[in-house]
């Protein structure tokens, strides 16, 4: 049986939204345009106070518009749209503001993020790899979250020493639905994008309908992003210390064993340093733009990239990102890097103080306005200036979105993709 899955879109003091076609309240109908309000403790709405409110659709064809969503949070794209959405519609309070919650079934769900993710128009096989690991990777949350449930354990994903701060970023941040609709979790933007390509993306979801990636029994937690710089990470260098044998290193090309260690820093600086034949090393912006929505096209420069800072400039950008003083930054000095040469323990020697700072996602926040494309990257010291030379988009982990855009294109069929990803998985129909 599909299961169903609840979506946080939006985090307000005030949301403005409206329902398209015939949506119930406690079985009485609702009016098309509404407006809430946080206020205290409560939802205001209609002269009343609520705790919590759902909206039901009536029929397949009812959807709502919520107005100003943010997209791309905390990225360098970030902006407002709005956005169209199926199912039902969940308000409730939550940080003291109104939270705005989607609860849709899995295949629907689907059919907005394989779209969200990437460009309608990507070829079929690029879209029914990602349709199958957009789908297992969410059944996976849901069963890792029950399962913590289950066993009462806290969950923590951040550690801290005298020396070290250890902090990573994962769906477990969420409490009250099962994911967000942002880059945080998988990008789900209703069917406002899905619309551009919908009878394709219908075939995709109809062709691959509850098929999953499945290791030791289990549903894989099949990670992906946009560009691996060449080689994959595994999984315990961006989150947990746990190891998935699906999630291995990787050489993305047709020769996969040709990998060097870019754990020894004399080989990640030789590797960022050049641009080695990988299947995610293109600029051929027909095979970009399956990936690449409109926003992700101001993004030229990925496979190897390049980050200018003065001394003064790194100084205020660290201690405005991380809010500790370190002074002035004297040396950025790796500490520790994953399969991929990404860094997952950063030492930052300042005039104030000396830190390691990891693991993948909060060095890229901590050195950048947003994120830095990856934390796969050398450092160069040269007249008070640091110079960051960077290789990959992302955290690299699992399936690299350009390389199996190219694969796509060159006749790989999906199932070929996936297992060229996730190592000595199998795909298999839950339902």
């Known amino acids: 049986m599909e299961p169903k899955v609840s979506v946080g879109i939006l985090w307000s003091k005030e949301i403005v939204f409206a329902l398209n076609g015939e949506y119930t309240f406690r079985e ?57 959405f199926q199912g039902a519609l969940k308000l409730i309070v939550e940080n003291e503001m109104i939270t705005a919650i989607n609860l849709i079934g899995v295949e629907d769900y689907l059919t907005s993020v394989i779209s969200s993710e990437m460009s309608a128009h990507a070829s079929l096989e690029l879209l029914k790899a990602h349709a199958v690991i957009s789908r297992s990777w969410l059944l996976a949350q849901i069963e890792k979250n029950k399962d913590l449930v289950a066993k009462n354990e806290k969950y923590s994903a951040f550690t801290e020493t005298e020396d070290e701060i250890i902090r990573w970023y994962d769906r477990e941040d969420h409490v009250n639905f099962d994911v967000c609709a942002d880059d945080h979790c998988q990008r789900y933007q209703g069917i406002t994008r899905a619309s551009e390509n919908l009878e394709t993306v219908k075939q995709v979801i109809k062709e691959t309908r509850g098929q999953i ?71 051929d912006k027909k095979i970009l733009m399956q990936v690449l929505n409109n926003y992700d096209q101001e993004t030229t420069d990925f496979y190897r990239w390049q980050v200018t800072y003065s001394q003064d400039e790194l100084s205020a950008l660290v201690l405005n990102r991380s809010g500790i003083d370190f002074g002035t930054i004297q040396e950025l000095i ?98």
Request: with cysteine; net charge negative; charged share 25%.
């Open 213 to 283: 990636l499945q290791s030791e029994g289990k549903i894989c937690d099949a990670r992906f992003s946009k560009c691996c710089g060449g080689i994959v990470e595994e999984f315990q260098n961006c989150w947990e210390d746990i190891k998935f044998p699906y999630l291995r290193k990787l050489r993305d090309s047709e020769n996969t064993q040709d990998i060097p260690d870019l754990t020894i820093e004399t080989e990640a600086i030789e590797w960022i340093d050049s641009r080695p034949t990988a299947f995610c090393n293109t600029q």
């Open 28 to 84: 009485g109908k609702v009016a098309q345009n509404n407006t809430v309000s946080y206020k205290d403790g409560q939802i205001l709405w209609n002269g009343n106070y609520y705790t919590e409110l759902c909206f039901e659709p009536q029929n397949c064809e009812s959807s709502f518009t919520l107005k100003d969503v943010v997209i791309g949070i905390n990225f360098h794209w970030e902006r407002k749209e709005d956005q169209v």
């Open 334 to 431: 790796p500490i520790e890097r994953g399969t991929s040469g990404r860094l997952i323990k950063l030492k930052i020697v300042g005039s104030e103080k000396t830190l390691i700072i990891g693991k993948e996602l909060e060095i890229r926040r901590i050195l950048s306005t947003s994120h830095l494309y990856s934390s796969a990257f050398t450092i160069d010291k040269e007249d008070n200036q640091f110079i960051l030379t960077g290789a990959g988009w992302g955290h690299g982990v699992g399936l690299c979105q350009i390389g199996a855009a190219v694969m796509g294109e060159r006749g790989y069929s999906y199932d070929k993709i996936l297992l060229h990803y996730y190592i000595g998985a199998a795909l298999k129909e839950l339902y």
